[in-house]
């Protein structure tokens, strides 16, 4: 996937100055940076959530808004904020919708396999007739991911997923993510506040700052005293812990 | 030890709860045809001319008359109603992800009444595919009004999208008085203002079939529904187009309650109450939940129009009557146990599996932990 010279406004203000990078297969990309830099905005629209107002993203050669709707959901997952579902569905009816491109909601048996599996790389198979609302926030995002898994793309998109998740669920949400790469050879793209996850879980990282991209490159560029200092206007330390650059802030 | 002994249970109940849960699933939707059947020929000898078999066996024509032209006209209306108001509500709700829309509360309704006035004041010679045709375009344009406006204003609060709703149809409602005062016409009117089911007779109601394709084409798109239901975003990472099928809805909604209104009267409450009451029980899947919840709509209507031609005999009550005053009943029974139990859902008979079920999250929240 490559993005050229993209631009977004809203109401007047350059939200996103002409960002250009190109993100390598099947690895984990974070896009970090304070907020109101862009870097949703820049998800949103490489997801083809959000209408850019100029520049260019080109997926597998063909620009993104080019490519039919369907087509375009069997290779490009997006998860935005998880938080606010409010309907009554269990878990594997919620899974079974990650289908709905390839299906149209006709599951061949081929189907009901790829979401058991979902299910079961999860391991949701004891919730899989639970209603998600009432799971916990951990377990609902893990059926989300599940989804995700059962639409069998080979990008996938994650705003923010580990945003009110508690420690131990938000550091398992990023042992997933690792997991999608490495045994699923997907391309995760995901935008994080915390850049310690970034640092520890990713291969790239995209640091943005007023709108543009202030770095991009593998983690250990990206986590220096400067360039993060510079960014956030933030004094760092980055210390090495099991061989990553981990960073402290005060 | 202890450990593989607890999963092992788990896996007992929960292959256990599953294969009961297979069984109930259809279970509910069988019992309520069987219920639905014994009901509706009980409806079919309710009236103020006595029917008997005999009569109808030995050939007695007046009989028939009355029986094939007002009886079973009837129960097709009554059917074709419970049917087609809480499918609409169920439509209705999910699309606008808020349980308290239905035909009343998104002025579906109001709407269509307006539009059954403009015919008649354009109109006076129109037929009643005229009215209808009248009703449907003013309702899909009320409906589409009304959720167009809620969408732009954000709301926060649940609460809020209902009570808009209200407003907007109280507005159109008044336009309508207004314009009824005005040029006369109060008394035509009134027709379909109460709803009611005594002046449904052959020739006279077969609009109202038009909820049956309708009813069809919301259970062909019941996943598309229920897509556009978890929202925009969600919608477009499956590919699903969002407006399209947001509009599809609201209009197959729209003209279901118009089609009834436009040959019954106003029926509220049933759109609202019928979908919520089965989503408790079933959740909020439309394939699974549609049929159920069409058949519990036709049942409640049906027991509503029972009661009353039974309760003055001879006299008959309007059915909007008997609908608001249980509907009222029911609607503050959802209430009060919303307030009480959260969103929790209802497990029929579920006890011990659900209690299995918390047991299996319980130790695998505790696995995770290890």
Known sequence: MEVRELTKKYDGKTVVDS?????PK??????????????????????RLIARDSGLVAFEGQDISKWKSKELSKRLAI????????????VRELVTFGRFPYSGGHNTPEDEEIISRAIEYMELQEFEDRFIDELSG??????MIAMVIAQDTEHVLLDEPTNNLDIY??????????????????????????INYAAFYSDYICAFKDGRIAHFGPVKEVMTKEVLGDIYNVDFEIMEISGKPLSIYY | MDKLAITNFIMFCSVLS??????????????????????????????????DLKALAGGDSEAWWIFLASRLSRLLAILCTGVGM???GLIMQQLCMNKFVSPTTGATISSAQFGILLALLFMPASTLWGRAIFAFVMAILGTWTFVWFIQRIKFKDVVMVPLVGIMFGNVIGGVTNYLAYKYEMTQALSTWLVGHFSLVIRGRYEIVYLTVPLVILAFIFAN???????????????GVHYNAVLFMGLTIAAMITASIVVVVGSISYIGLIVPNVVAMFKGDKIRGTIIDTALFGAIFVLVCDMIGRVVIAPYELPIELIVGILGSLIFIGLLMYRLKNGRKAIRLGAAGSSACAAAAGAAAERGEGA
């Open chain 2, 86 to 88: 809480s499918v609409a």
């Open chain 1, 79 to 90: 998860l935005t904020q998880t938080n606010n579902i409010q309907m009554k569905l269990t």
């Open chain 1, 169 to 194: 669920h938000a550091t398992n949400m990023m042992k997933i993510v690792r997991r999608l790469c490495d045994e699923l050879g997907k391309t995760v793209i995901l935008v994080l506040h915390e």
């Open chain 2, 18 to 51: 599953r294969k009961g849960a297979k069984v109930k699933k259809y279970a509910v939707t069988l019992v309520l045809v069987f219920i639905l059947i014994v009901l509706s020929l009980l409806s079919l000898f309710i009236g103020v001319i006595d029917i």
């Open chain 1, 26 to 47: 099947g690895k984990v990309i974070s896009l970090i940076g304070p907020n109101g830099a862009g870097k949703s905005t820049v998800m949103g629209i490489i997801s």
């Open chain 1, 138 to 143: 951990g377990q609902r995002q893990r059926a």
């Open chain 2, 224 to 238: 598309h529904f229920n897509i556009v239901g978890m929202g925009k975003d969600f919608s477009k990472n499956l």
């Open chain 1, 19 to 23: 960002v250009s990078f190109t993100i």
